[in-house]
């Protein structure tokens, strides 16, 4: 039964647009799943576990070149059990193998990742990208196949211990040894971020150049709450590069996934759901410090994006988009020079290349990848244009692209759901909502709210993944504490009960199912998931903030409002089992020290109970970046828990302004409120 089992591809019927991808591969590929692993004991035959995901570009160049190959095929079927992954879909699996990469071969991984695994999962080989042929310095995948299989065949005891050493060094990742709260890490990330910052071209270390939002925004807190005008430069240099640099799509919105030079010029032209949720929110803090419009206008820009190209019927957000369009990298997006000529006027031309650089020889392979080089005013004096004028032929030439891109074949979308970086986009979303003033913005952020509630919550228990009308996979650590943190930002832009009602249930099952209750922190999994060979409690920042990270400041905030010392009591008790970690690797956890700050000195809370006054009340005091506080405006007919239910209007409107544990006396009177505002900061 088991060889049987082995002698198809069963990709065809996985949801996934990853597995999808593969499902004509040659190789007789299975999905994760209890039969293939059954299989694989039973025959006693080692694992090959290619994990990538959608819009991997390296994911498709080894598809392309290894595994529609027959011959390579048919070594894999031979030797192999051959497991694809959704990264997306199963990070469990990815953060566990992505960590064991780094144990066996003392450096970093990426996407894609080739696992070699004994038949009970166990890591004894593992690389990345390997190419079809002897190349770049690397072996063929044909001689590694073969390699791995004679190994594996004359020395499996060999390949079990290198599995071991593999699980006793994952179990030694997991944080011990609990410390009190220190604060001197808050001032250790600055200065290391002072360190590493990239003076002249904006952001921080060298290429390939990724967003860091969460270091932008714990730079405008330091900006924000100690003066810090240092740190303010460098979150403001940062965004400054992000939106007029070569990462932000200047014709569509929105933001590709990193560059690959140090000077903001070449994207990779993927784009990720989880770097603009966190890359709005960023927008916004930076606009709240400094009133820049620029940042209005990418934000803006990015949201319609996400409303064009990203967006369900129903409300969600999918998940990325493709580097790729017809096997070429960036196409999508890329232009050649006569290309442009053919759809622009004179004027337009000349406008949009003074402006955006344009050459025949271009930036990007022969082609141009737009970016503004020039200031528009510089570009209007030399076209004997007025600035105005310049602008409007900027926007007209900038439309006519983009009418004409919206005709070429588009790159691939994967349109799952995920729960997680929907989490993230409710934050990014009602964060915007609030700064800028636009109903709009949480308008989508309830609206995804929304979905997830109906179509990934079954009132019990969460999942993380939703595609063709189908939600699966048990929910992750990220999957509720992002979702928790959104939901309590959401609740700050536009009070719903149910909005509470969820963050209430997802906090509880935080506590449940995913604390560590005698050591502290949160593990990746619920103690009823699928076991594998480590559970990982994670406290790192990636590409992500760390699920410790954001279930911390979740809890904090949550609790905080309702008054439930055991949200606090959880959220304290892992940053004292992080606190050795953070010390000794502080720009490594940026969301773990943000909410350490948090704790250590909570935000003020400011509850007012009104109507369309009380909205008033609250824009009034939060105009400006305070990172200190948390404003929720609850209308007088809202269902609420004790004690909240106790702060009850009495008056055309009632505020109550809490610190931790002290609370002041009702307030009714705008200027008393003004000045209990200008003492709590």
């Not at 598809?63 to 059990?81: C, M």
């Amino acid at each position: 039964m088991a060889a049987e089992a082995l002698q198809t591809n069963r990709l065809g019927d996985c949801a996934s647009p990853y597995l999808q991808q593969h499902a004509d591969n040659p190789v007789h590929w299975q999905p994760w799943d209890e039969a293939a692993l059954t299989a694989a004991r039973e025959l006693e035959r080692p694992i090959l576990l290619s994990i990538g995901y959608s819009a991997c570009h390296w994911c498709h160049v080894m598809a392309h070149e290894s595994f529609e190959d027959p011959a390579i095929a048919k070594l894999i079927n031979e030797h192999f059990v051959a497991l694809k992954v959704d990264r997306e879909e199963r990070p469990d699996l990815d953060q566990i193998y992505q960590l064991s990469h780094q144990l066996l071969n003392r450096r970093g991984g990426g996407w894609p990742l080739t696992v070699f695994l004994t038949p009970d999962q166990k890591p004894f080989f593992i690389a990345t990208y390997f190419p079809n042929e002897a190349k770049f310095g690397m072996p063929g995948f044909d001689e590694v196949l073969e390699k791995v299989a004679a190994f594996y065949r004359d020395n499996s005891e060999s390949a079990v211990h290198n599995g071991d050493v593999a699980i006793a060094g994952l179990d030694r990742l997991n944080p011990s040894g609990a410390e009190p709260l220190d604060r001197q890490v808050v001032g250790r990330l600055r200065g290391d971020l002072e360190g590493d910052c990239d003076r002249t071209n904006g952001g921080w270390g060298g290429a390939p150049k990724f967003p860091h939002a969460g270091e932008i925004r714990f730079c405008l807190r330091r900006a924000a709450l100690d003066g810090d005008t240092g740190a303010g430069n460098m979150a403001h240099q940062s965004l400054r590069a992000l939106t007029d640099g070569g990462l932000y799509d200047h014709l569509g919105g929105g933001f590709f996934r990193y560059c690959v030079d140090a000077d903001w010029t070449i994207p990779h032209f993927e784009k990720m759901l989880y770097d603009n949720a966190q890359l709005l929110a960023a927008l916004a803090d930076g606009y709240a410090h400094s009133g820049n419009e620029a940042l209005r206008t990418a934000t803006a820009e990015t949201v319609a994006w996400l409303e064009r190209e990203m967006r369900h019927s129903q409300g969600g957000f999918y998940a990325t988009l493709d580097a790729d369009s017809q096997g070429v990298e960036g196409g999508y997006y890329i232009w050649r020079y006569d290309d442009v000529a053919e759809l622009l006027d004179a004027t337009e031309l000349a406008v949009a290349e003074g402006v955006f650089g344009l050459t025949r020889t271009g930036n990007f392979h022969g082609t141009n990848h737009l970016q503004p080089l020039r200031p528009l005013a510089e570009v209007a004096e030399e076209a004997d244009l007025d600035p105005d004028r310049a602008g409007e032929v900027l926007e007209a030439a900038r439309g006519k692209l983009l009418e004409a891109r919206a005709g070429r074949p588009f790159v691939g979308r994967d349109d799952k759901v995920l729960t997680a970086w929907n989490g993230l986009m409710i934050t990014g979303l009602a964060r915007a909502a609030r700064v800028f003033g636009e109903a709009r913005y949480a308008d989508l952020a309830a609206g995804a709210s929304d979905f997830l509630r109906d179509h990934l919550w079954d009132g019990e228990r969460l999942r993380a993944v939703y595609k063709d009308g189908a939600a699966y996979q048990s929910g992750y650590l990220e999957d509720h504490a992002y979702l928790l943190a959104g939901l309590t930002e959401l609740l700050q832009s536009r009070w719903r009960d149910a909005d509470l009602g969820l963050a209430r249930a997802l906090a509880d099952n935080l506590l449940d199912y995913f604390e560590d209750g005698q050591e502290g922190g949160f593990f990746m999994t619920a103690d009823d998931q699928e076991a594998l060979i480590h559970r990982p409690k994670p406290g790192m920042d990636q590409s992500l903030p760390s699920g410790n990270g954001a279930a911390v400041r979740g809890l904090l905030d949550l609790g905080h409002l309702l008054g439930e010392p055991r949200y606090l009591e959880a959220a304290e008790h892992a940053l004292r089992l992080l606190m050795p970690e953070m010390k000794a690797h502080p720009g490594a956890f940026v969301a773990l020290i943000t909410g350490l700050e948090e704790a250590l000195e909570p935000p003020t809370l400011i509850t007012l109970r009104g109507g369309e006054a009380a909205r008033h009340w609250a824009d009034a005091a939060q105009q400006g970046l305070y990172p200190d506080r948390r404003i929720f405006v609850i209308p007088d007919e809202a269902e609420l828990p004790e004690p909240l239910a106790a702060r009850t209007n009495r008056h055309e409107v009632t505020a109550y302004l809490c610190r931790g544990t002290e609370c002041s006396v009702p307030i009714t009177d705008k200027a008393a409120f003004e000045s209990a505002l200008a003492e709590s900061s």
